[in-house]
């Protein structure tokens, strides 16, 4: 699992409040990555990050940001959360060219 | 940016028949094409990728096949076993590139 975890893995939350979601990872890696995941639409990229203090937006930014202030942790938040961002979001580092993912959280706004 | 395009979204098999999930991609400059493998409440999972300078790999029962003139690759699953039952995903990207594009999936079912 390239020593990635993330938390928390469930949440419900109400319309309005911020929300800040957290991914871990042990092995160093210089790149992380933030997506979301809805039925038929795959995994869309929200933000990335290719170092620390080093980061991009992605396809479906809009609504969340990111901070990278040490290489083990890539945190995003969703400033006022709305009942569209309800969805299980993954992160992920890279190896080479492989992704691998974290276990995912699973938010629900209300 | 790259647009992926993944066919079919669902697609039910009968045990031990082939399974073929088709991508096409839109920026000739990609030139690596994994395949994640997501079974239900799992993380996705790499299954096999290949790069265009190879128009075919083949790992046991899975094997994937590269048409870069006609800018789309392919998953084959021979002899598909319970197991195989979880949601594809194919992805591009090019070259020395930080992200990866994601098709929106295909739920594979196999049937016993």
């Known amino acids: 699992d390239a020593g990635i975890t993330q938390s928390p893995r469930h949440k419900v939350t109400e319309t309005g409040t911020p929300v800040t979601l957290r991914c871990h990872q042990t092995?160093?890696?210089?790149?992380m990555y933030w997506y979301r995941q809805d039925p038929g639409h795959g995994l869309r990229l929200i933000h990335y990050?290719?170092?620390?203090?080093?980061?991009d937006k992605g396809e479906v930014s809009d609504g969340y940001s990111v901070s990278r202030s040490k290489t083990e942790d890539f945190l995003l938040t969703l400033e006022s959360a709305t009942s569209s961002q309800t969805s299980v979001y993954f992160c992920?580092?890279?190896?080479?060219?492989?992704?691998?993912f974290g276990p995912g959280t699973r938010l629900t706004v209300l | 940016g790259e647009n992926v395009e993944q066919h079919p979204s669902t697609l039910s098999v009968q045990e031990g028949d082939s399974a073929v999930i088709k991508c096409t991609y839109s920026?000739?400059?990609?030139?690596?094409f994994p395949w994640y493998k997501q079974e239900l409440g799992k993380r996705p999972q790499l299954i096999i990728d290949?790069?265009?300078?190879?128009g075919e790999k083949k790992d046991q029962r899975i094997a994937v096949t590269l048409n870069k003139t006609a800018k789309h690759f392919s998953l084959h699953i021979t002899e598909t076993q319970p197991e195989d039952s979880a949601v594809y995903f194919c992805?591009?990207?090019?070259?020395?590139?930080?992200?990866?594009?994601f098709g929106a999936g295909t739920t594979v079912t196999v049937r016993a």
């Open positions: 992920a580092t890279k190896i080479s060219n492989e992704q691998f």
């Open positions: 092995e160093n890696h210089r790149y």
């Open positions: 990050s290719y170092g620390v203090k080093d980061t």
């Open positions: 920026d000739s400059a990609s030139n690596y």
């Open positions: 290949i790069r265009s300078n190879v």
């Open positions: 992805a591009a990207s090019p070259f020395n590139d930080y992200k990866l594009s």
